[in-house]
C-alpha cells in the first residue's frame, strides 16, 4: 500500500504550489477550464493525498479496501488530475491531454476512464449521494474503509446534497467525512448575494452532522480537522473549509469571473511568477 | 373479453407480484444483489427482499436522487444494486443522476421502473409511466427490458442481473397472461421472440401488447391475413435483423405499445424500417396526451391500446401492402 508519509509541512506547501502550476499551466493549454474553483481546493486535496490521510493504492485503483475520495464539484478537474497523476495513478503527461479529442481526460471527470476517478461528475450535488452508497457496500462487503466527498459551496444549493446528507445521518455514517470548500462565490457572484446558503453550520448540525470549520488553505488545521473528524462515532462529518476564490493569485482572487474561464498565456505568465513567491 | 383469451392464453397474477418473485430469487442466488426502495416497496413488491434479506434492503425514501447516487456508490463497490420505485418519479425526479451516475459511467445497476404504462389505472396520470422509453432512450448505454409475461418477467430479471452495465426494467401494477410454457421461456437481451409465424403482416409489441397482438392475430386469420406476432422485449439494444426480416417476409408492420407514439418502440423501429427496407407500417399507442384514472380495461379502450386497435391497424397496413402490391 502506498501512503504518504510526508507530514512535512513544508514539503506539503511545495506540492500545493506544484498542483497550482498544473492547474495553470494544463487550464491555459485547454483555453479553458475552471482554474479559480481547483485553486481553492488544493490545500484540501494536497492534505488528503500527501498528508498521510487517504489510504490508496495507484497500484491497484479498484483495490477494496482503498479509501474513496469522490470529487463532488467536477468542475475542479483540473485540481482532480494533476493529483491523481502525483500521487502515482497515471503519468504526468497525461494531463496535458485536458479537454481534448481521443484523450480521457474530460472536462468534468467521468467514471471508468481514468484510474482514481471515483465518479462522474459536472452536475453539482450527487457526490455525496454517492458516498452514502460507498459506506452502506463497505458495511455490505465488511470492508473499513472511510469516504470523503469534495463539495462546493453554491453546490449545497442543491436539493439532493440535503436528501444525502439527511440519509447520512439516519445511517450513521461515521465512516463519511464531506469537505465543503467554501470560497463564497459561484459562477455568477458571490453567494450570499445569489442564493445564501447560510447559515450554513447550523444546517448540518439540524441534519444530524458533526461540523468542524476551518481556515481551507492552512495546512496544519486540514489535517488536524482530518484527524478530528475520524475520532467522531455515530455521525457524519462536514468540514467547512473556508477558502478564497482563486487562491495564490491575486488577479483572479479579486475577480470571480474567472470561475468558468482559463487565464490567457499572458496572464499565465505574471500568474506563475505570483505562485513561484507565493 | 379477457386479454389473451382469444389466443388461448393462460391468465396469471399482476406482473410487480411476479417482480417480487424474480428479485427475491436473484437476491437469494446471488449474494451481490442489494436492493434500494424509493418507498413503494409494498407497490412495486421489492419488499420480498426486504423480508428475507433486510441487511441487503435500504428504503432511501422519497428521494429519488439520493436513491439513484446512493445505488450508483453500492456500483462502486462490486454489489449489484436494483434501485426499485415507479418509472415515473425515477425518470422524472432523478433522470439528471441516472444519466451521470449509472448511464455515463456505464456502472452495474439495475433501475426497475414499475406502475409502468397506464394499466395502473386508478392512481391516475401522475403515477403513470407513459414516457419511459422516450426517456431511458435518450440513456445511449443502458440496456432496456420490457417483459410481456410472468415467464419472461423471470428471465428479464435474471437476464438483467448477470449482465454487467446499466439496465432499465419495466414493470407493471397489472397482469399479464403466460404467453411462454413455463420452464421453457426463450429470453436472450437483444433478441426478440417470434411468438406467432404469420406471412402477410408483423405486428411488433411488446408489454402488455403482445397479449394483445397474439388475440388480434387470431381474428386477423379468420380474415385471411397471417400475421406473424414478436415480442420486442428489448428496446436497446434493438434486434434490427428481426425487424428487417419482418419487413422482407411479411411487407407490412404495425407496431403496439403501451406508451406515448412520440419516441416510443414504434418510431424506434420505422426508423430501422425506413433505412433499411420500407413497408407499410401503422401504430398503436398513446396519442400525445395525459391519460386520466380508471378501470385499466376502460382506459385500454378509451386510449386505443385494445387488439381490435391492432387489428384495425393490421388490416390498414395490410390493405396498403397489397395496393403497392
Not at chain 1, 491497484?60 to 493529483?83: C, Q, T
Not at chain 1, 468540514?239 to 470561475?259: C, L, P, Q, R
Amino acid at each position: 500500500m502506498y501512503q504518504a508519509n510526508g507530514k512535512d509541512i513544508n514539503q506539503l506547501k511545495e506540492i500545493a504550489k506544484q498542483l497550482r502550476l498544473d492547474i495553470l499551466q494544463i487550464t491555459t493549454e485547454a483555453g479553458s477550464g475552471h482554474p479559480s474553483s481547483s485553486f481553492s481546493s488544493v490545500e484540501i486535496c494536497t492534505a488528503l493525498y500527501f498528508g498521510g490521510i487517504l489510504r490508496f493504492d495507484p497500484k491497484n485503483p479498484d483495490w477494496p479496501e482503498r479509501d474513496r475520495f469522490i470529487m463532488s464539484k467536477g468542475h475542479a478537474a483540473p485540481l482532480l488530475y494533476p493529483v491523481l497523476a502525483r500521487a502515482g495513478y497515471f503519468p504526468l503527461d497525461m494531463i496535458h491531454k485536458l479537454r481534448q479529442v481521443d484523450s480521457p481526460v474530460q472536462g468534468h471527470p467521468i467514471y471508468g476512464l481514468m484510474p482514481g476517478v471515483e465518479a462522474t461528475s459536472g452536475s453539482l450535488g450527487q457526490g455525496l449521494s454517492l458516498g452514502v452508497g460507498h459506506i452502506l457496500g463497505g458495511r455490505i462487503n465488511d470492508k473499513d474503509y472511510r469516504v470523503y466527498v469534495l463539495m462546493g459551496d453554491g453546490e449545497c444549493q442543491a436539493g439532493q446534497v440535503w436528501e444525502a446528507a439527511m440519509s447520512a445521518a439516519h445511517f450513521k455514517t461515521d465512516k463519511l467525512t464531506a469537505i465543503i470548500d467554501y470560497n463564497k462565490y459561484q459562477e455568477m457572484g458571490p453567494l450570499s448575494r445569489e442564493m445564501a446558503i447560510e447559515p450554513l453550520v447550523e444546517k448540518w448540525k439540524a441534519f444530524g452532522w458533526h461540523v468542524i470549520e476551518i481556515d481551507g488553505h492552512d495546512i496544519p488545521s486540514i489535517l488536524q480537522a482530518f484527524e478530528d473528524a475520524k475520532q467522531v462515532s455515530g455521525k457524519p462529518q462536514v468540514i467547512i473549509a473556508n477558502t478564497i476564490k482563486g487562491k495564490g493569485v491575486s488577479f483572479v482572487e479579486a475577480d470571480y469571473t474567472f470561475h468558468g474561464r482559463a487565464l490567457t498565456e499572458n496572464q499565465a505568465i505574471l500568474a506563475r511568477e505570483e505562485i513561484l513567491c507565493g | 373479453m379477457r386479454l389473451g383469451e382469444l389466443a388461448g392464453l393462460k391468465p396469471s397474477v399482476p406482473m410487480r407480484d411476479i417482480f417480487g418473485d424474480a428479485i427475491l430469487k436473484v437476491a437469494t442466488e446471488n449474494p451481490k444483489v442489494v436492493v434500494l426502495d424509493g418507498d413503494l416497496a409494498n407497490s412495486t413488491k421489492a419488499d420480498t427482499v426486504r423480508k428475507a434479506f433486510p441487511d441487503r434492503f435500504f428504503n432511501i425514501g422519497i428521494a429519488e436522487s439520493n436513491l439513484v447516487g446512493i445505488g450508483a456508490g453500492l456500483a462502486g463497490c462490486g454489489l449489484i444494486p436494483w434501485i426499485t420505485s415507479f418509472s415515473s418519479f425515477l425518470l422524472c425526479n432523478a433522470y439528471d443522476q441516472i444519466r451521470l451516475a449509472v448511464a455515463m459511467s456505464k456502472i452495474n445497476a439495475k433501475i426497475l421502473g414499475s406502475h409502468g404504462g397506464i394499466t395502473l389505472g386508478k392512481d391516475g396520470p401522475t403515477q403513470m409511466g407513459i414516457e419511459d422509453f422516450a426517456l431511458v432512450g435518450g440513456l445511449p448505454t443502458m440496456v432496456m427490458l420490457v417483459p410481456s409475461d410472468p415467464g419472461t418477467m423471470h428471465a428479464a430479471v435474471k437476464a438483467a442481473t448477470d449482465y454487467v452495465g446499466p439496465v432499465w426494467l419495466r414493470s407493471s401494477r397489472v397482469a399479464m397472461p403466460y404467453i411462454y410454457e413455463e420452464g421453457n421461456v426463450p429470453f436472450v437481451i437483444g433478441k426478440a421472440n417470434k411468438v406467432r409465424e404469420g406471412k402477410d403482416i408483423t405486428i411488433i409489441a411488446n408489454g402488455i401488447m403482445v397479449s394483445a397482438g397474439l388475440d388480434a392475430a387470431v381474428i386477423l386469420a379468420r380474415e385471411g391475413i397471417q400475421a406473424r406476432v414478436l415480442d420486442f422485449h428489448t428496446l436497446r439494444p434493438m434486434d434490427t435483423e428481426a425487424i428487417i426480416s419482418a419487413a422482407r417476409e411479411t411487407g407490412a408492420i404495425v407496431c403496439a405499445e403501451e406508451h406515448l407514439l412520440t419516441g416510443g418502440m414504434g418510431s424506434n423501429v420505422a426508423r430501422v424500417v425506413a433505412s433499411n427496407i420500407p413497408v407499410p407500417m401503422r401504430f398503436v399507442g398513446l396519442a400525445d396526451t395525459y391519460v386520466e384514472s380508471g378501470d385499466p380495461n376502460e382506459l385500454l379502450i378509451k386510449y386505443h391500446l385494445t387488439s381490435e386497435d391492432i387489428i384495425a391497424a393490421g388490416r390498414a397496413a395490410f390493405a396498403e401492402k397489397q395496393k403497392k402490391g
